[in-house]
């Protein structure tokens, strides 16, 4: 089982959602759609279920010739953010509820509802109705129901966002073993560079309606394309600054330079975009040396074991991910390290000269 977008692009009242899209999903695959919101994850997984039709393009499913086909007339299944139970009807007949629609014969539907439940962990609440369940039960139900449809193409659109930080670290493990034994194509939308690191599988990042990148999973992160791809796979975004480099030596906004080495050292003479994470900032000199810059510190944030610290530097913002607590005072002079391992180079257009030593490493 394959979906291939061919060229494919929506238009809605002159408004473009999805740009012209090439892009192939093989069976038995997770492919995450990362983006912020309004970036295209929807508009695209409507497209690939036949909900909306591409204003130019074709879709093809195992080879045939799909744009036009309804949604009811292919083997989707959909689960959303906000899950969808019948509040009426138990566990076990929600989840047998597209089985009987389709006329499947009753044995063949209680197989598949006792198999599928057990794979959700849902075999003790099969008798209860989804108000007696809690909202990770209630979501585990809406996904079973899709699951036993059997069918080929499984469209996620963040269904994890609404449950507590608990639940979605429990079902993010489960969810690609769940996956992997089905044999579906399965899409997953996420706002959130942690998840589809998790999930793993294939990647597709977006921007503004277009798929920036697309590839395994731990490639896109560590080799972005380009800087737009970069800011996207980062979180907080990938933070930049000015570099030039002249001979052997790197030289960084206001003046801080480097020796030109690794992949760096190939660059040619002129002027780029140098890109860093916020986890590689350090506010203690790191052993391997690294460069120092001058910056002022404008807020921070605690989250327990770390702490956000934003920062002004040359007239750019940039956001540190520091290990620890820290009581740092707002407003002062802070001068922060980063190891030149960790730089990514950029042309002054985005796209991407010289990926991070350190990625090329992993």
Request: hydrophobic share 40%; charged share 20%.
């Amino acid at each position: 089982m394959t979906l291939e977008f061919k060229g494919v692009s929506k238009v809605v009242n002159g408004e473009t959602h999805i740009h012209p899209t090439d892009l192939t999903l093989e069976a038995g695959t997770m492919n995450v759609l990362l983006g912020p919101t309004s970036s295209g994850k929807t508009s695209l997984m409507r497209l690939m279920a036949g909900l909306d039709v591409p204003t130019r393009g074709q879709v093809f499913w195992e080879g045939a010739d799909v744009t036009g086909m309804r949604v009811q007339d292919r083997k989707v299944a959909m689960v959303y953010q906000q899950f969808i139970n019948y509040p009426s009807m138990t566990v076990y007949d929600n989840i047998a509820s597209p089985m009987k629609l389709l006329g499947i014969d009753r044995a063949e539907i209680d197989r598949r509802v006792r198999d599928t439940a057990a794979l959700m962990k849902l075999t003790p609440m099969l008798d209860r109705k989804p108000l007696e369940l809690s909202g990770g039960q209630q979501q585990r139900c809406a996904l079973a129901r899709a699951l036993v449809k059997n069918a080929g193409l499984v469209l996620l659109d963040e269904p994890l966002a609404n449950l507590d930080y608990k639940l979605r670290e429990e079902l993010r493990v489960e969810i690609p073993r769940i996956f992997e034994e089905s044999g579906a194509v399965f899409v997953y939308a996420t706002t959130e560079p942690e998840e589809a690191l998790l999930l793993g599988g294939n990647t597709a990042t977006l921007w503004e309606g277009r798929v920036t990148q697309f590839g395994p999973t731990p490639k896109v992160y560590r080799q972005p394309i380009d800087a737009t791809t970069a800011r996207v796979f980062s979180d907080p975004p990938m933070n930049f600054l000015d570099v030039t480099k002249r001979g052997g030596e790197l030289t960084f906004g206001e003046g801080q330079s480097a020796a030109a080495q690794g992949p760096l050292a190939d660059l040619a003479d002129g002027s780029y975009l140098a890109g860093f994470r916020p986890n590689h900032v350090e506010i203690a000199q790191p052993a391997t040396g690294g460069i120092m810059f001058d910056t002022r510190l404008s807020v921070t944030e605690l989250t327990g074991s770390e702490t956000f610290v934003h920062l002004d530097y040359a007239g750019r913002k940039w956001v540190g991910l520091i290990h620890g607590v820290h009581n740092l005072k707002l407003g002062t002079a802070l001068p922060v390290y980063l190891d030149p391992r960790h730089i990514y180079i950029f042309s002054e257009t985005g796209e991407l000269v010289a990926p991070a030593s350190y990625a090329l490493a992993a």
